[in-house]
C-alpha cells in the first residue's frame, strides 16, 4: 500500500512494529490519533515516554516497578518468609488477580531452555539462591509452566537448594475448574490421578 | 487487575484507550516495550510525535499531507479533471490500491447522516462544489457508500452541482466478482438487474 504521506507511513510502520498489530490496524490506529480531539496521541506519548525512561525493576524480585524495591516486596502486610517463583510478569498478575496469595515473588524472567538456548545463566535463578539464603525464606512455590522446561528449571533450582532448608512445592496441576475429563489430555489426566486428594465433604481441597 | 508500577498503569490505560485494543493486550504491548532492545519504543514515540505535530491536510482534497498540498493533488502525471469523492482516507487508500484511477480525490470527512446529527455543514461539501466551479472538473465520481445516507449525499451535491456542465457517476454496484448469487442481498442483485451491462465477447464490461 502507498501512503500519500511519509509521516503517516512512519507512524503505520512504527505502531505495526508492535506483536500482533498488523498494518491495516496500525493504518486505523494512526489515523485515529490524527483524528482525535481529546489529545489522546499527546497522552499516549507521554506515557510512553515515562515508560522507556522511569521504569526500574524491582532489585529484589525484578518485577516492574517505581521505585528501587516495589510496592509488593515494601509492603509490611505480606508474608514475607514465602516466595512464588513465576516465570513472568503476566504470570504474577494471574496469581495476584485470585487474591489467594499473600507471600512475595521472584520473577526468574522464563525457563530453562537448552532448544532456545536459554541456560540458567540467562536467568534470575543465582538471585532467588542468595533471596533464599538471606532472607531467611521457608517456602517456594514453584509456578512456572508444567512443560519440560518449566520441571527442568524447578529442578535445576531444587538442586542448588538441596542443602538449605527451604521447602520447595509446586502450584497442583490437574483437570481444570469446570473442565471435561474426556478433554482433558492424557498427561495431565494421569498426573491429576498420581495426585489426587483425599476428599472433606465440609470443603474444597 | 491491580498493576505493580503507576507508571506502567498509566501507559497500559493510554494503549487500551485506542479503538479495538484492550487491556490485555495493552499489557502485553507496554511489556514488550519494555522488553524491547531495538529502541522500538523512542521510535514509536518519535513517529507519535511527528504525527502529532507535523501532519498537514491537504488544502485541495483534505488528504492527509506532509505539505500544503498533497502528493496527488501536486502530481503532474493525474488527471486534473476528473474527481473521485470519497468519504475517508481508507476509501482513498483502497481505491489508489486497485491502480485502477488516475485522476484527483476530494475526501469528504463522512457522509451526510440526520440520524447521526451530520449535516452538509460537516462535510468538505463547500469546498468540492467551489474545486468543481474553479478547477474546470469534467467529471464527479461519486464512491461514497452504498447506504440510505450516502444515497442524500450524492443527492446533495448533484443538487448543487445542477446548474453546471460537471458529469456525476457513482462507482458500479453490483454483486461482487467471485460472490454467489444465492448469498447476495435482495437489494443488491435488484440493483445489479437493473443495472445491466451489454455484455460483449471480447472483454469485461
Known sequence: MNYPSKILEQAVNAIASLPGIGRKTALRLALHLIQDQNHKSEILVDALVQLNTKIKQCKRC??????????????TSRHKRVICVVENLRDLLAI???QQYNGLYHILGGVISPINGIGPENLYIESLIQRV???????LIMAVSPTIDGETTIFYISKLLA???VKISTIARGVSFGGELEYADEFTLGRSILSRTPYHQNGSN
Request: net charge negative; hydrophobic share 25%.
Open 62 to 75: 525484578n518485577l516492574v516497578a517505581d521505585n528501587d524495591i516495589c510496592d509488593i516486596c515494601a509492603s
Open 133 to 139: 539464603k538471606s532472607e531467611g525464606v521457608e517456602e
Open 163 to 165: 542443602d538449605s532448608n
Open 96 to 98: 495476584e488477580d485470585t
